[in-house]
């Protein structure tokens, strides 16, 4: 039971890593808490249905599709409104992304309804057993490929000019633009990126849980959780962090009743927050 | 500044000529109003003025709602010692939280209370004994008839209201006021400069609760029924940014002003289209921010021009 609820949340832990990465990278490279970064993971969750619902296309091969669509709606956000505010308080920039929060869950009640969706795939039973313990089939492809897609993140922050240049405007802004960086572009970039992995979450998540306008906000707060336990910015404190948050949920499970288990995800937020607010590998920045 | 008191006092006399002028509908209207420009008022404390975006406010709303209901339903207190405990329950939570979480600055703290909120409010939910978990819980209500009812509540939110505005007023007239600012500013010099920023801080946020504490326990007494989903919903709260982004943070008659013009929003637009009620909001929300993140207040306290509503691509603003 114990074994099976660690190796449940081991398996699960690389999603949020891919949630916390996206999350992360804003508040890093532009100090903006994105409130609606959950709202991004559902929409990727919805396309993906919709794509299964309509034309029968499998949740992993629309990743690449619903990450195209994503990546285009943030960046026209980011370069067309967020960027005339995004060098002004927090209080503004959060305020903001809670506004378009709300108004992409109002969209999405209106499109798919308040019922809960989910796909269910044909082979979504296939597993085998290591030892007493079961692995499904799906949720292993899940595990892999957001470990791909987590890996193809930091190779791109390490090894591509875009990256380097995102890379560069969250160490110095002012010095990024003085060699000639577009900075507004490469926020545009940054918030286009965020969201792109966030709905390449929410397709990973469309055949193993189900999703409702609602689910944004919870989301976040994982999201949240993640970056903070990795520390800002990090691709592997990411990895780490959602590793550590999908074994605190499922082990929680074991020994705490499930009415608990929300309160549990919150509890670790403040905790963290008040005795590790530098995240658990202590570094900030890449 | 004596055709200011002239303006004050006709709106005064409106306000209490109100109620027996208009029908039920609009004397729930305004008091909601008022309502709302009390928690914004009471967020200002600690936003606006100290400049901790304090997301997770509500807490001490839906706490003051529940120890009233409770203290009322299942130990029989009557309605004006439960809305002192109220109170003190407010500005308890928010001392203790405060000793936690104003050490955290910016989104960490903004994040942390939003936290602690949820936190609070999956706690009620489950201590089902007491509270009534989801259920909710039933209040008794006020004895009399619902016009007299009405007009009870419209002057209880209108005093509080009034009490708020001369307390903020006063504060941002004295010592702990100039404090609150020059944490704002820059909280290392403030420390510097000799300013006890934790206590000042504490105080900022406990001010704030003891307000949003005793607005709960009015709405619960008003409302006679609540749950947690309800009265620890994180909207509010960014109702109330909205309210302040409005009307202007940082001042006086800011939330007031704000509250006016979203309830007055709301009821021209939402009413009309229901399903499009929260996505208007959220586009009231990205069009505020985008082009009047000042508030409206600034255009006349200092004379901006209409150019000046268009922001900033760099004000480094406060953090």
Same mark, same amino acid.
């Given at each position: 039971?114990?074994?099976?609820?660690?190796?449940? @949340?081991?398996?699960?832990?690389?999603?949020?890593?891919?949630? @916390?990465?996206?999350?992360?990278?804003?508040?890093?490279?532009?100090?903006?808490?994105?409130?609606?970064?959950?709202?991004?993971?559902?929409?990727?969750?919805?396309?993906?249905?919709?794509?299964?619902?309509?034309?029968?296309?499998?949740?992993?091969?629309?990743?690449?599709?619903?990450?195209?669509?994503?990546? /285009?709606?943030?960046?026209?956000?980011?370069?067309?409104?967020?960027?005339?505010?995004?060098?002004?308080?927090?209080?503004?920039?959060?305020?903001?992304?809670?506004?378009?929060?709300?108004? $992409?869950?109002? /969209?999405?009640?209106?499109?798919?309804?308040?019922?809960?969706?989910?796909?269910?795939?044909?082979?979504?039973?296939?597993?085998?057993?290591? @030892?007493?313990?079961? $692995?499904?089939?799906?949720?292993?492809?899940?595990?892999?490929?957001?470990?791909?897609?987590?890996?193809?993140?930091?190779?791109?922050?390490?090894?591509?000019?875009?990256?380097?240049?995102?890379?560069?405007?969250?160490?110095?802004?002012?010095?990024?633009?003085?060699?000639?960086?577009?900075?507004?572009?490469?926020?545009?970039?940054?918030?286009?990126?965020?969201?792109?992995?966030?709905?390449?979450? @929410?397709?990973?998540?469309?055949?193993?849980?189900?999703?409702?306008?609602?689910?944004?906000?919870?989301?976040?707060?994982?999201?949240?959780?993640?970056?903070?336990?990795?520390?800002?910015?990090?691709?592997?404190?990411?990895?780490?962090?959602?590793?550590?948050?999908?074994?605190?949920?499922?082990?929680?499970?074991?020994?705490?009743?499930?009415?608990?288990?929300?309160?549990?995800?919150?509890?670790?937020?403040?905790?963290?927050?008040?005795?590790?607010?530098?995240?658990?590998?202590?570094?900030?920045?890449? | 500044?004596?055709?200011?008191?002239?303006?004050?006092?006709?709106? &005064?006399?409106?306000?209490?000529?109100?109620?027996?002028?208009? #029908?039920?509908?609009?004397?729930?209207?305004?008091?909601?109003?008022?309502?709302?420009?009390?928690?914004?008022?009471?967020?200002?404390?600690?936003?606006?003025?100290?400049?901790?975006?304090?997301?997770?406010?509500?807490?001490?709303?839906?706490?003051? &709602?529940?120890?009233?209901?409770?203290?009322?339903?299942?130990?029989?207190?009557?309605?004006?010692?439960?809305?002192?405990?109220?109170?003190?329950?407010?500005?308890?939570?928010?001392?203790?939280?405060?000793?936690?979480?104003?050490?955290?600055?910016?989104?960490?703290?903004?994040?942390? #209370?939003?936290?602690?909120?949820?936190?609070?409010?999956?706690?009620?939910?489950?201590?089902?004994?007491?509270?009534?978990?989801?259920?909710?819980?039933?209040?008794?209500?006020?004895?009399?008839?619902?016009?007299?009812?009405?007009?009870?509540?419209?002057?209880?939110?209108?005093?509080?209201?009034?009490?708020?505005?001369?307390?903020?007023?006063?504060?941002?007239?004295?010592?702990?006021?100039?404090?609150?600012?020059?944490? =704002?500013?820059?909280?290392?010099?403030?420390?510097?400069?000799?300013?006890?920023?934790?206590?000042?801080?504490? #105080?900022?946020?406990?001010?704030?609760?003891?307000?949003?504490?005793?607005?709960?326990?009015?709405?619960?007494?008003?409302?006679?029924?609540?749950?947690?989903?309800?009265?620890?919903?994180?909207?509010?709260?960014?109702?109330?940014?909205?309210?302040?982004?409005?009307?202007?943070?940082?001042?006086?008659?800011?939330?007031?002003?704000?509250?006016?013009?979203?309830?007055?929003?709301?009821?021209?637009?939402?009413?009309?289209?229901?399903?499009?009620?929260?996505?208007?909001?959220?586009?009231?929300?990205?069009?505020?921010?985008?082009?009047?993140?000042?508030?409206?207040?600034?255009?006349?306290?200092?004379?901006?021009?209409?150019?000046?509503?268009?922001?900033? =691509?760099?004000?480094? &603003?406060?953090?």
């Amino acid at each position: 039971m114990l074994l099976q609820a660690v190796v449940n @949340g081991l398996l699960f832990g690389a999603v949020y890593a891919t949630i @916390g990465i996206g999350f992360s990278l804003v508040w890093g490279v532009m100090n903006i808490i994105n409130i609606a970064h959950g709202s991004f993971i559902m929409v990727g969750a919805y396309l993906s249905y919709t794509l299964y619902a309509v034309a029968g296309v499998d949740p992993f091969l629309s990743i690449p599709v619903v990450m195209t669509v994503l990546f /285009v709606m943030a960046y026209v956000i980011q370069r067309f409104m967020l960027n005339r505010v995004v060098r002004s308080s927090v209080f503004i920039t959060l305020t903001f992304t809670f506004g378009l929060q709300i108004l $992409i869950a109002n /969209v999405c009640l209106l499109i798919w309804s308040a019922d809960y969706r989910s796909v269910k795939l044909p082979y979504s039973s296939a597993g085998f057993q290591i @030892g007493g313990v079961v $692995i499904p089939l799906v949720r292993l492809a899940i595990f892999a490929v957001a470990l791909i897609l987590t890996g193809l993140f930091y190779l791109f922050m390490r090894r591509t000019k875009t990256g380097i240049a995102i890379n560069a405007t969250a160490l110095n802004f002012e010095g990024a633009k003085t060699v000639g960086i577009d900075v507004y572009n490469i926020y545009a970039i940054t918030f286009g990126v965020s969201a792109a992995l966030a709905g390449a979450a @929410g397709c990973l998540i469309s055949p193993i849980m189900s999703i409702n306008p609602f689910v944004g906000g919870p989301m976040v707060a994982k999201a949240f959780v993640i970056a903070i336990l990795g520390g800002l910015g990090s691709t592997i404190g990411a990895l780490v962090g959602g590793m550590v948050l999908g074994l605190v949920e499922t082990v929680g499970t074991v020994f705490i009743p499930s009415s608990y288990q929300e309160l549990l995800g919150f509890s670790v937020l403040v905790l963290v927050l008040v005795f590790r607010p530098q995240g658990l590998l202590g570094k900030r920045f890449y | 500044m004596r055709s200011k008191a002239i303006v004050l006092g006709i709106l &005064a006399a409106l306000c209490i000529a109100a109620p027996f002028l208009l #029908t039920g509908f609009w004397v729930r209207l305004i008091t909601f109003t008022f309502m709302f420009a009390v928690l914004a008022s009471a967020l200002n404390i600690i936003a606006g003025f100290t400049g901790y975006a304090a997301f997770g406010n509500m807490v001490f709303f839906g706490l003051g &709602a529940y120890t009233t209901a409770v203290l009322m339903t299942r130990v029989g207190f009557s309605y004006p010692p439960a809305l002192l405990c109220s109170a003190a329950v407010a500005v308890a939570v928010a001392i203790v939280l405060g000793m936690l979480l104003l050490r955290l600055k910016g989104h960490y703290f903004a994040l942390g #209370t939003l936290g602690a909120a949820e936190a609070v409010k999956y706690i009620v939910e489950n201590m089902t004994r007491i509270t009534g978990g989801g259920q909710g819980i039933t209040v008794p209500p006020l004895r009399g008839n619902p016009a007299t009812i009405n007009t009870f509540f419209y002057f209880m939110m209108f005093g509080l209201l009034i009490i708020i505005l001369v307390v903020v007023w006063r504060v941002s007239k004295n010592r702990l006021g100039y404090a609150f600012k020059a944490i =704002r500013a820059n909280e290392e010099a403030a420390g510097v400069m000799g300013i006890d920023t934790t206590r000042y801080k504490i #105080t900022a946020w406990a001010l704030s609760a003891l307000f949003t504490g005793i607005t709960g326990s009015v709405y619960a007494y008003w409302f006679t029924y609540i749950d947690a989903p309800t009265v620890f919903d994180v909207m509010w709260v960014v109702k109330m940014f909205v309210i302040l982004l409005i009307g202007g943070a940082g001042t006086v008659w800011g939330p007031v002003i704000g509250a006016f013009i979203l309830e007055t929003i709301s009821e021209l637009v939402w009413s009309r289209f229901i399903n499009l009620h929260l996505g208007i909001l959220g586009l009231i929300i990205i069009l505020v921010v985008l082009f009047m993140p000042r508030g409206i207040i600034s255009l006349v306290s200092q004379g901006r021009g209409i150019k000046d509503l268009i922001p900033i =691509r760099r004000s480094g &603003a406060q953090r």
